[in-house]
C-alpha cells in the first residue's frame, strides 16, 4: 500500500507558473512509474505527465514545453513545475504511482485554477 499526498496547487493567473509535489510512503519509491493526470469539471481524467524509474518523461500534447515532471528520491517526491499556464489548465491535478497491472496508487488530487 503506498499513500500519496498532493500539495502546491492554487490560485494563478494565466501565464503564472506553479510547482506541484506529490510525497509517497514507504520505501520502494525507486520502483515505482510516477503519473500525473488531471480532471476539469464535466470532463473524464486525462493523462498530464510520465516519469519512469530512470527518470525519462513523457507529456500529453497540451502540456509539452510548459510542463516538467521530475523526481527526487532521497525524498519519495515527484514534481510536476507547470509554466504558461493557461485557463484551460484548470483542473483537479492527480499523481499516481504505478508498479505493474492492478497495483497501482493515486493520491487525494490538488486543484489549479488558472483565472484573471
Known amino acids: 500500500q503506498v499513500q500519496l499526498v498532493e500539495s502546491g496547487g492554487g490560485l494563478v493567473q494565466p501565464g503564472g507558473s506553479l510547482r506541484l509535489s506529490c510525497a509517497a510512503s514507504?520505501?520502494?519509491?525507486?520502483?515505482?512509474?510516477m503519473n500525473w493526470y488531471r480532471q476539469a469539471p464535466g470532463n473524464q481524467r486525462e493523462f498530464v505527465a510520465r516519469i519512469l524509474t530512470d527518470g525519462s518523461t513523457i507529456y500529453a500534447d497540451s502540456v509539452k514545453g510548459r510542463f516538467t515532471c521530475s523526481r527526487d528520491s532521497t525524498k519519495n517526491t515527484v514534481y510536476l513545475q507547470m509554466n504558461s499556464l493557461k485557463p484551460e489548465d484548470t483542473a483537479v491535478y492527480y499523481c499516481?504511482?504505478?508498479?505493474?497491472?492492478?497495483?497501482?496508487?493515486w493520491g487525494q488530487g490538488t486543484q489549479v485554477t488558472v483565472s484573471s
Open positions: 514507504g520505501s520502494t519509491f525507486r520502483l515505482y512509474t
Open positions: 499516481n504511482a504505478y508498479l505493474f497491472r492492478g497495483n497501482d496508487w
